[in-house]
């Protein structure tokens, strides 16, 4: 099914129901990875008189690991990595759940959540919980900006594959996942391209101990050193320079010196300053330095809810804690996902795995039943980077014997980026999605 017809569920007069029975409604606010696997661990599995709503601010989702490639080579921004929250794609016929799209939650209280549109004729809908997962900001375009539309977001893709064929010397900000496969991606394409890699840490990924995870703040697991030496190597031998214990201050830049700070095309080759007193000369600058908590309706309802690094801080059965006395968060709220500070790193594989547990949490507990606090498998501690089309690396972690490199894990995230079993299985609607051979990255 094409993603470009879409239509506003809050227009369709068959999903009003305000004349029907009065129902204890659970929430799910962002219909990403982490809340679309909760809703599908819930929807089967709720007592009668209760109900899911979704709420998704987009018209649209996406997989978002095919960015790297959409952001670089060109044509890819029509491949078909999204599709459409609406009702038929989220639920099957008949269901008692509802999708809410595009709308967005405004203000969160103790049992109510206040909406930008009304729902069945009312602005604020009462809860029984309310599912945090609103995910994390990337800088533009990595991920799409809040309400923009399906064509507006391929757009910008085009817009970045063009700055970046147009470029000789392209500065990579953040050798994260994302950076170090946008490096990959482009020296793939355009293998004459100088690229370099500023990093702050001592290895690509986060090899450092940071410390652990804390009710106060959010710190990602190690990356095994098998796994960014591996990486560093294969980027090394391409000819992309690594500039690693160093970064960019884009703050400190704006409006001083020839480059101003901002990311982008520089309109000519300038001179960046790095922090460690180094310089790089680049004509267009790439920002991947992280993800940024979609926090925002916390932040404005407790700040006391959110660590110190901005994550909004759960307990072991993603229940919202807090600082604050007499929090109206505490209770009825949990939170998954990337908005959250559980202990792994922020993946898609991650957030599926938080989406299935907490809905074995709040079934267990609707049936009265006792729930098991969340452990993070072992199996979200491996990972697999990509290099573009032909290179890449992956670890697996096995009992005893601990991480060993994996080549038969690159080629199967090679073939689709994991779209079939991370993606498009998760949409149970009326109207279905399937992986086809496009999908393959051998172009």
């Given amino acids: 099914m094409s993603s470009a017809s879409l239509t506003t569920n809050m227009t369709d007069p068959s999903l009003a129901s305000s004349a029907g029975p009065r129902w204890k409604n659970i929430i799910v606010i962002g219909a990403s990875v982490a809340g679309h696997s909760v809703v599908n661990g819930l929807a089967q599995n709720l ?65 109510s959540v206040w909406l930008e549109q009304p729902f069945e004729g009312v602005d604020e809908i009462e809860f029984e919980m309310c599912i945090l997962a609103t995910g994390a900001q990337s800088p533009a375009p ?29 500065l990579i900000v ?74 960019v201050d884009f703050e400190a830049a704006k409006g001083s010196g020839e480059w101003g700070g901002m990311p982008g095309p520089l309109g000519g080759m300038r001179t960046i300053p790095l922090t460690s007193g180094g310089k790089v000369e680049a004509d267009y600058v790439f920002n991947s330095t992280g993800n940024r908590p979609n926090a925002d309706l916390v932040r404005w309802a407790d700040q006391g809810s959110l660590t110190t690094n901005g994550y909004v801080s759960v307990d072991s059965y993603f229940r919202v804690r807090t600082r604050t006395p ?14 959250c500070n559980s202990p792994s790193w922020k993946t898609a594989e991650a957030a599926i795995a938080e989406g299935e547990a907490l809905a074995r949490i709040i079934t267990s507990r609707l049936r009265g039943m006792s729930a098991q606090p969340y452990s993070p498998p072992g199996r979200l501690l491996e990972s697999t980077v990509l290099l573009g089309s032909a290179g890449g690396a992956s670890i697996r972690r096995f009992p005893i014997i601990g991480y060993i490199r994996s080549e038969g894990s690159v080629r199967e995230k090679s073939h689709d980026f994991h779209a079939g079993k991370n993606f498009f299985s998760r949409f149970r609607g009326q109207r279905r999605f399937v992986s086809t051979s496009s999908w393959s990255l051998a172009t």
């Fill in 47 to 111: 007592p009668g008189g209760y109900r899911i709503l979704l709420v998704e601010r987009n018209e649209f989702v996406h997989h978002n690991p095919c960015v790297v490639r959409s952001l670089v080579r060109p044509g890819w921004d029509m491949t078909n990595f999204t599709a459409p929250v609406r009702q038929d794609t989220i639920f099957p016929a008949g269901s008692r759940h509802r999708v809410l799209a595009p709308n967005r939650v405004v203000k969160l209280r103790r049992t």
């Fill in 142 to 170: 990595i991920r799409p900006l809040p309400g923009c539309s399906l064509e507006e977001w391929r757009a910008a893709l085009r817009r970045v594959q063009d700055d970046i064929a147009a470029a000789q010397s392209i």
């Fill in 174 to 247: 953040g050798g994260g996942s994302v950076g170090i496969e946008v490096a990959g991606e482009i020296n793939d394409v355009y293998p004459n391209k100088r690229v370099t890699i500023v990093h702050w840490d001592v290895g690509l990924l986060h090899p450092s101990d940071s410390g652990g995870n804390t009710a106060h703040t959010y710190v990602p697991p190690r990356t095994p050193n098998k796994l960014r030496k591996d990486l560093e190597g294969q980027l090394r031998a391409r000819g992309i320079r690594l500039q690693l214990k160093d970064g």
């Fill in 326 to 339: 007499n929090s109206p968060l505490v209770g009825h709220y949990y939170a998954i996902g990337d908005v």
